[in-house]
């Protein structure tokens, strides 16, 4: 919280604090324990979400993003990319990034545009992403980009790379100067015949699009556990500069249309929470099974 204001007056990204927070254990917190993360819970990550995003919801944004990019290597990665990849995560306080909005598509996946073509044992990507958070400063990205042929539907016409930051090709764009959140590092990312191994590919080819969902069942109670530590942190400055402000010779905090109003804020802040703890799926591992046939139950 100290330092809160200076990253929102300046956009600077939160190094110091990402290496502390990283240092306690609190990045990576859902990388399984074999390749050094905490091996925590659905729950014990939305309790974090909340906590940080009371402080300054930039800095849990740019914490988080590493389990959104990570997820996918949790998923469906092989021995080896986990070893790698995730192993680059637990040894350094390294940040990793999710590389699938597009300009023009928001948050419509299956409308991306950005392409690979295969050609021999390698693939070749061309095509541009926005708004990709930790985008400056990623070792690594997940990417999904389309492979199939015109007309084939969503669930068969992407497939999931992990590409390497310093990939000839790859530039990352300027800084986005943000509204909010702005401790975050956002940009664009552009891919100009950037070639990927083969063994960068996660899980199966056409499959691209089914993993991404799955990460974002994984990965939306986090942002709403966000937005809960944020109403939660409104709430609490309202009320000190209730009980603070005079009116009519008493704090306005006494004053029955206040009292009303804090009241509301406070039973929808509750709510809120709840309601996030269950969606979450219980205390479920994102690699064990029926976690997301769980949250699709309780939705």
Request: proline fraction near 5%; charged fraction near 20%.
């Amino acid at each position: 919280m100290p330092k809160s204001a200076h990253h929102d007056k300046t956009g600077e990204y939160p190094q110091e604090l990402f290496r502390k927070a990283w240092e306690l254990g609190l990045v990576n917190a859902h990388i399984p324990e074999a390749y050094g993360g905490g091996g925590l819970g659905n729950l014990e990550g939305i309790v974090l979400a909340e906590e940080l995003s009371y402080a300054d919801a930039g800095v849990m944004t740019a914490i988080e993003i590493n389990t959104v990019a990570a997820l996918p290597v949790i998923l469906a990665g092989s021995e080896a990319q986990k070893r790698e990849y995730l192993g680059r995560l637990t040894a350094a306080p390294t940040q990793a990034a999710y590389a699938v909005t597009e300009p023009g598509t928001g948050s419509d996946v299956a409308a991306i545009k950005t392409r690979a073509e295969k050609k021999g044992d390698e693939w070749i990507v061309n095509g541009a992403k926005m708004w990709i958070t930790n985008g400056g400063v990623a070792n690594w990205y997940f990417l999904l980009a389309r492979t199939g042929a015109p007309g084939t539907p969503a669930g068969s016409a992407f497939t999931a790379f992990i590409v390497d930051r310093n990939t000839p090709g790859l530039t990352v764009g300027v800084k986005e100067d943000m509204l909010g959140q702005r401790a975050s590092d956002t940009r664009g990312i552009t891919f100009e015949d950037v070639r990927v191994p083969a063994a960068n590919v996660l899980g199966r080819e056409g499959d691209g699009f089914k993993l991404a969902m799955r990460v974002f069942d994984y990965t939306r109670p986090p942002v709403a556990a966000g937005a809960v530590g944020i109403a939660r942190r409104a709430t609490d400055e309202a009320i000190a500069y209730a009980l603070q402000r005079r009116s009519m010779g008493v704090p306005i905090a006494q004053h029955q249309a206040v009292a009303f109003k804090i009241a509301d804020m406070a039973t929808g802040v509750e709510a809120a929470r709840l309601l996030t703890y269950k969606v979450s799926g219980g205390r479920g591992r994102p690699d064990s099974a029926g976690w997301c046939d769980q949250a699709r139950k309780v939705l």
